[in-house]
């Protein structure tokens, strides 16, 4: 195109007086990267006709100008022609920028949206992993846990994908709430400590609070059921089997061991305990009686070995253990 032309159009675009052919051009023009070399020569140039305050298209422009970005009233009386001239540029040039802004955010809401870029970390079994997103909040990922989160949030709002056990430590940010997917489980919070287990493979979902509040809800149908709003020391399990949602109390202190790598059990079942085993340490644990499954166990394990953690099971329980190629046979102890 005739760069004197789109001068011309681009006038006419900038106060609104295109017909649809020529902002279409426009609009297609202001897309290339030469646009930026025209609209230096643009406000350069004296044709631009912003020369006098005088002139009555001049005052108009400016007054509307004014008053759409509300410019204090010491701007209002007559000025040097120079200072003027600057002041109509810095106009023009800011209201060039908003019509681009527009244009682009037209064309984004058309369905050209910009291409978000996924990360997705999988820890497996017997590895864990430290992750810092974008706004800095930090997220533990567990053994045998999968995260999926945008490489940048969007700025509305920050939504992760998880699907295993995870502790997050969320930037607060009033402004963007921080959502957690897990299934139909969606956990929402501002700012706040928090951890949540939600395996694909099993059928609940807890959610335990270390600071601040959390949020837990359910979607169904496209619809938000909420579950309950948690505060530190506050738990809550959803059963999707039963469709039923449990609020316990806990000790925040198990949350940070767990962070810091930590096992911690209290009065749970041993095939519970010996699931946690084989993901965190990534072995295989077999009954050879099917009685010891239904053993109940209180302990701790602070980032000790295998066998370690066998021995200690062995005088807490009063089993024995053998392990051979990462299998592990658990039996009673003979009397």
Known sequence: ?????????????????????????VEKYIKEDRFREVLSEFLDEDWIHFDSYDNPANQDFYLKFKDKYQLPDEYTGKRSGLRFIRL????????????????????LRSGHSKHIEYITKYNPNG??????????????????????????????????K???????????????????????????????????????NENRTTVSVATGKVQVSQLQAGQTRVLGLLTPGEQIQWNA????????????????????????????RMDS????????????????????AAYRISASFEQISITDVMKILGNTAGINYQINNGIITLTHKSK
């Not at 040039?93 to 802004?101: E, F, K, M, N, R």
């Not at 992750?131 to 992760?160: M, N, Q």
């Not at 930590?262 to 749970?268: H, M, P």
């Open 1 to 25: 195109m005739d760069e004197i032309r789109f001068k011309d159009l681009l006038i006419k675009y900038v106060n609104g007086t295109c017909n649809d052919a020529e902002r279409r051009i």
């Open 88 to 107: 109509l540029k810095y106009a023009a040039v800011l209201i060039i920028i908003l019509s681009v802004g527009q244009l682009m955010n037209n064309y």
């Open 127 to 160: 590895q864990r992993s430290i992750i810092t997103l974008s706004d800095s909040s930090i997220v533990y990922l567990g053994s045998g846990s999968k995260i999926v989160y945008p490489a940048v949030f969007d700025e509305h709002k920050r939504v992760v």
């Open 162 to 200: 998880l699907n295993g056990e995870a502790f997050f430590e969320v930037k607060h940010n009033p402004a963007k709430a921080f959502i957690i997917e897990s299934g139909d489980i969606q956990t929402a919070v501002l700012g706040t400590t928090f951890k949540v287990r939600a395996f694909d």
């Open 241 to 268: 089997e039963t469709g039923t949602a449990q609020k316990t109390e806990i000790r925040t202190t198990d949350l940070q061991k767990w962070k810091q790598g930590e096992l911690v059990f209290r009065n749970v």
């Open 273 to 292: 305990l010996c699931k946690e085993l084989e993901r965190n340490y990534n072995v295989q644990i077999v009954f050879a009686n099917p009685r010891i």
